[in-house]
């Protein structure tokens, strides 16, 4: 049997940006409620609020972010993997992000509803 989970959708509205590789941590983006940074040799990708990503900069904005309220073991295996399953079946396309505690997934506004329907029918909780 799948492991239930307890999903929690964050308030705001997200964007992800990307700015160069070497651009410093952008002041920005900092505050709210959550805020990811991730560089890579090619870019500097930055999660946060949509409405703080300056209209220069190239983004994907109108991202929901449900978070997985539980603190999650490095040894458990295959939550990712049965979540985005779930959502692939019904042609929900996710960006995710994972911290040392949890698991954040990203998933496009106007398919936020369709997602929560479907998360909830497959016998998980969703906190709005």
């Known amino acids: 049997m799948q492991q239930t989970l307890t999903f929690k959708v964050l308030e705001h509205h997200y964007g992800v940006a ?5 651009a410093l941590l952008p002041q920005w983006a900092t505050g709210g409620e959550f805020v990811s940074f991730t560089r890579t040799s090619e870019e500097l990708s930055v999660v946060c609020e949509a ?19 539980a603190v999650l073991d490095f040894a458990l295996v295959g939550i990712l993997a049965a979540v985005s399953t779930i959502l692939a079946r019904e042609a ?37």
Do not use: C, M
């Open 92 to 128: 929900i396309s996710i960006f995710v992000l994972s911290t040392f505690n949890t698991d954040y997934i990203l998933i496009k506004e106007d398919n936020l509803v369709k997602a929560i329907a479907v998360l909830l029918q497959e016998g998980h909780q969703v906190i709005s």
């Open 18 to 22: 990307k700015l160069d590789s070497a």
């Open 51 to 69: 409405e703080r990503i300056p209209s220069h900069v190239t983004s994907e904005t109108q991202w929901r972010i449900l978070k997985i309220e």
